[in-house]
């Protein structure tokens, strides 16, 4: 599928976000490891919740996925022996966080992915596990999916590498069921909001543990459980970054709901992003008001927030002067090196941009339309999204279907608003 996207010069009109996939994510996998029924009230439905769901089923969680209401009944201790292979699909959050639950059972669990998710170093997580004592290793020796994992985790004292906040949260959901207690090491720690997201859960089911203030050091005791709960989830701040940007380089007028000021998302520092280059952004009863204003490039440290680098990159384009985003080398190991992806493709537009070791330099530009690729990554999709809503003639963006793995209604959202976009099926 592509996406074929012509200037336009006015947005306008109101966006429902979708809910959290990190979220979303994380409540599937805790409903599963507890014993009895929870209830999820408007998760995401989409391609990476739907990986973490089916592995979760693969281990014996009977799950129900009516639209916009699950119920999970939970395997506890009793989890089962998966039949084959789990296909945690482009799933980078549900892998991750399956290799701590595979790490739990006493017999072999494969988990594999896709191309993409074959690329994703994991090498530091199957380490980590390794020293709780489960057999964990890369099948092609490469660090990388798929692996082959046997448990149980039995505690201990382990070190990880928090270049993938995933993986410090991956042991932390995995150590309470652990029959010793845990003391966790995470050096180099990335994307600190996503760990405390992870702490939240374990603080809202009464799990017992110790940190340090700088969450590099964890105690966490073992012989605990999970209980089922009742939990609605909140809508999704790396989702909303996209149409809150394109209100931002538009002449455009935009309301975004669904989304919680208070909740723990690092995303939502987007919010702080958009006022500090400069537009107008008022915070309402309904939601979140943007319109332009007078953007000025800057620096900005991207570490807490990887994934608004691909949409800040294209704020950089229309902002005077300017824009340096850095200390995000963890961009690098998502779906696609998204530093190097979106120099490469913003460049083919007529971008100034130049790529570092640790983010991006962008100068304002003005953009031409082309043929630009998605590479198979849907926030390199949507940002390019966005240029192309400021670029003169036509962008065309390959790879468009992949949107629906965190933001399925991308398209409709953007074509209510009014932008000039169409779908063509390859």
Same mark, same amino acid.
């Given at each position: 599928?592509?996406?074929r996207v012509?200037?336009?010069?006015?947005?306008?009109?109101?966006v429902?976000?979708?809910?959290?996939?990190?979220h979303?994510?994380?409540?599937?996998?805790?409903?599963?490891?507890?014993?009895?029924? !929870?209830?999820?009230f408007?998760p995401?439905e !989409?391609?990476?919740?739907?990986?973490?769901?089916? #592995?979760?089923?693969?281990?014996?969680?009977? %799950?129900?996925?009516?639209k916009g +209401?699950?119920?999970?009944?939970?395997?506890?201790?009793?989890?089962k022996? =998966?039949? /084959?292979?789990?296909?945690?699909?482009?799933?980078?959050?549900?892998?991750?966080? $399956?290799?701590g639950? #595979?790490?739990?059972?006493?017999?072999d669990?494969?988990?594999?992915?896709?191309?993409?998710l074959?690329?994703?170093?994991?090498?530091?997580? &199957?380490?980590?596990?390794?020293?709780?004592?489960?057999?964990?290793?890369?099948i092609?020796q490469n660090?990388?999916?798929?692996?082959?994992? /046997?448990?149980?985790v039995?505690?201990?004292?382990? *070190?990880?590498?928090?270049?993938?906040?995933?993986?410090?949260?991956?042991?932390?959901?995995?150590a309470?069921?652990a029959?010793?207690?845990?003391e966790?090491?995470?050096?180099?720690?990335?994307? %600190?909001?996503?760990? *405390? $997201?992870?702490?939240?859960?374990?603080?809202?089911?009464?799990?017992?543990?110790?940190? !340090?203030?700088?969450?590099?050091? +964890?105690?966490?005791?073992?012989?605990?459980?999970?209980?089922?709960?009742?939990?609605?989830? =909140?809508?999704?701040?790396?989702?909303a970054t996209?149409?809150?940007?394109?209100?931002?380089?538009?002449e455009?007028?935009?309301?975004? *709901?669904?989304?919680?000021?208070?909740?723990?998302?690092?995303d939502?520092?987007?919010?702080?992003?958009?006022?500090? +280059?400069g537009?107008?952004?008022?915070?309402?009863?309904?939601? %979140?008001r943007?319109?332009?204003?007078?953007? /000025?490039?800057?620096?900005?440290? &991207?570490?807490a927030t990887?994934?608004?680098? =691909?949409?800040?990159a294209?704020?950089?384009?229309?902002?005077?002067g300017?824009? *340096?985003?850095?200390?995000?080398?963890q961009a690098?190991?998502?779906?696609?090196?998204?530093?190097?992806?979106?120099?490469?493709?913003?460049? /083919?537009?007529?971008?100034d941009?130049?790529?570092?070791?640790?983010?991006?330099?962008?100068?304002?530009?003005?953009?031409?339309?082309?043929?630009?690729?998605?590479?198979?990554?849907?926030?390199?999709v $949507?940002? &390019?999204?966005?240029?192309g809503?400021?670029?003169?003639?036509e962008?065309?963006?390959?790879?468009?279907?992949?949107?629906?793995?965190? +933001?399925?209604?991308?398209f409709?959202?953007?074509?209510?608003?009014?932008?000039?976009?169409?779908i063509?099926?390859q």
């Amino acid at each position: 599928m592509i996406f074929r996207v012509k200037k336009t010069d006015i947005l306008k009109g109101c966006v429902e976000i979708p809910a959290s996939k990190s979220h979303t994510i994380r409540a599937v996998v805790i409903a599963s490891l507890s014993a009895g029924q !929870s209830k999820i009230f408007h998760p995401l439905e !989409s391609l990476d919740t739907m990986a973490a769901v089916n #592995a979760c089923r693969a281990f014996g969680a009977k %799950i129900s996925t009516e639209k916009g +209401f699950w119920t999970v009944d939970g395997f506890n201790r009793n989890q089962k022996r =998966p039949e /084959k292979a789990l296909d945690l699909m482009n799933s980078g959050t549900s892998f991750n966080l $399956m290799c701590g639950v #595979a790490a739990l059972g006493n017999f072999d669990v494969v988990l594999d992915g896709d191309e993409s998710l074959r690329t994703r170093p994991v090498e530091p997580l &199957l380490s980590a596990l390794r020293e709780l004592g489960a057999d964990a290793f890369s099948i092609n020796q490469n660090g990388k999916p798929p692996v082959k994992i /046997k448990g149980p985790v039995c505690g201990g004292r382990a *070190k990880v590498d928090g270049i993938n906040s995933q993986f410090v949260s991956s042991l932390l959901i995995s150590a309470p069921l652990a029959a010793g207690d845990t003391e966790l090491i995470a050096i180099n720690l990335h994307e %600190i909001p996503y760990v *405390k $997201m992870t702490l939240k859960w374990l603080d809202s089911q009464g799990i017992k543990y110790e940190k !340090s203030e700088d969450l590099s050091h +964890f105690y966490i005791n073992g012989k605990q459980e999970y209980l089922p709960f009742v939990r609605e989830i =909140p809508g999704d701040w790396s989702s909303a970054t996209f149409p809150l940007v394109a209100a931002a380089i538009t002449e455009s007028d935009v309301l975004v *709901k669904g989304i919680d000021v208070n909740d723990v998302q690092g995303d939502k520092k987007v919010i702080d992003y958009l006022k500090q +280059f400069g537009a107008c952004v008022n915070e309402e009863k309904q939601g %979140i008001r943007v319109t332009k204003g007078d953007l /000025k490039g800057l620096e900005m440290d &991207l570490n807490a927030t990887p994934d608004a680098l =691909p949409a800040m990159a294209v704020l950089g384009c229309v902002a005077e002067g300017s824009t *340096k985003l850095f200390n995000v080398p963890q961009a690098r190991i998502k779906e696609t090196d998204r530093i190097r992806v979106m120099a490469r493709e913003l460049s /083919k537009m007529g971008a100034d941009i130049q790529e570092i070791e640790d983010g991006l330099i962008i100068r304002k530009s003005f953009l031409k339309g082309t043929v630009v690729d998605g590479h198979k990554d849907h926030r390199i999709v $949507m940002a &390019l999204t966005l240029a192309g809503l400021i670029a003169r003639g036509e962008t065309i963006i390959t790879t468009a279907e992949c949107v629906s793995i965190t +933001f399925p209604e991308f398209f409709e959202v953007m074509k209510g608003l009014g932008a000039n976009i169409e779908i063509e099926n390859q």
